[in-house]
């Protein structure tokens, strides 16, 4: 079994930056590739951003050149910088893992509990 928590969520000011991670525990897995998703109220779940193994990253249009994602491998821990944030941001963020057990090479993924993130002046 692996767990991913969540840190970072908050109230923020428009325009205002926050910074979210993700750190994953357990054992006989590997870390594969890792993302960020969000839901807002009334609407559905949303890929925000992954990063491959390497260190590749794609993100979603909206938040383009305001977030990035990143990772340490070692820490099995993944992060969202938010900067420039809008009203529209306001969501529940989620962190979602892909992993690789070594015994048998099977894949499983797994997602975060959730981190309420409120952009409002």
């Known amino acids: 079994q692996v767990h991913l928590a969540e840190f970072g969520g908050g109230l923020v000011q428009p325009g205002g930056s926050l910074r979210l991670s993700c750190a994953a525990s357990?054992?006989?897995?590997?870390?594969?590739?890792m993302g960020w998703y969000r839901q807002a109220p009334g609407k559905e779940r949303e890929r925000i951003a992954i990063?491959?193994?390497?260190?590749?990253?794609d993100y979603a249009d909206s938040v383009k050149g305001r977030f990035s994602i990143s990772r340490e491998n070692v820490k099995n821990t993944a992060y969202l910088q938010m900067n420039n944030l809008r009203p529209d941001d306001t969501a529940v963020y989620y962190c979602?893992?892909?992993?690789?057990?070594?015994?048998?090479?099977?894949?499983?993924?797994?997602w975060g509990q959730g981190t309420q993130v409120t952009v409002s002046s």
């Open positions: 357990g054992s006989g897995f590997r870390m594969n590739f």
């Open positions: 979602y893992a892909n992993v690789i057990r070594p015994v048998d090479i099977s894949s499983s993924s797994y």
């Open positions: 990063i491959t193994t390497s260190g590749g990253t």
